[in-house]
Nanobody
Framework: QVQLVESGGGLVQPGGSLRLSCATS????????MGWYRQAPGKQRELVAG???????TYVDSVKGRFTISRDNAKNTVYLQMNSLKPEDTAVYYC??????????????WGQGTQVTVSS
């Protein structure tokens, strides 16, 4: 079965750093575009960062220069390094594996989410 398991969330002070990890199983990881989404209280889910199967990256404007997405195909894992964290980064962060480039239909697998709280 397909599993995406996030880890690395927690409570951090403004200006601090966290690294999120998403370990996958049950997919041929190198064939999937991967992403990190977040959903903050009272807000819609948004794509924070994405990385293609050839490691091209995309970021939402609010995190550019602070967050870095990367992937390790040998470990079937995608990471999100988050630096200079702000209170507005507080959200549940979800890992996403987009299968639209693998099969000819839209869709994705999702992890269970990990809470990131930025507060003093």
């Amino acid at each position: 079965q397909v599993q995406l398991v996030e880890s690395g969330g927690g409570l951090v002070q403004p200006g601090g750093s966290l690294r999120l990890s998403c370990a996958t199983s049950g997919i041929i990881f190198r064939l999937y575009a991967m992403g990190w989404y977040r959903q903050a209280p009272g807000k819609q889910r948004e794509l924070v960062a994405g990385i293609s199967k050839d490691s091209t990256t995309t970021y939402v404007d609010s995190v550019k220069g602070r967050f870095t997405i990367s992937r390790d195909n040998a470990k079937n894992t995608v990471y999100l390094q988050m630096n200079s964290l702000k209170p507005e980064d507080t959200a549940v962060y979800y890992c996403n594996a987009d299968w639209s480039t693998v099969v000819l239909r839209p869709g994705a697998y999702w992890g269970q989410g990990t809470q990131v709280t930025v507060s003093s």
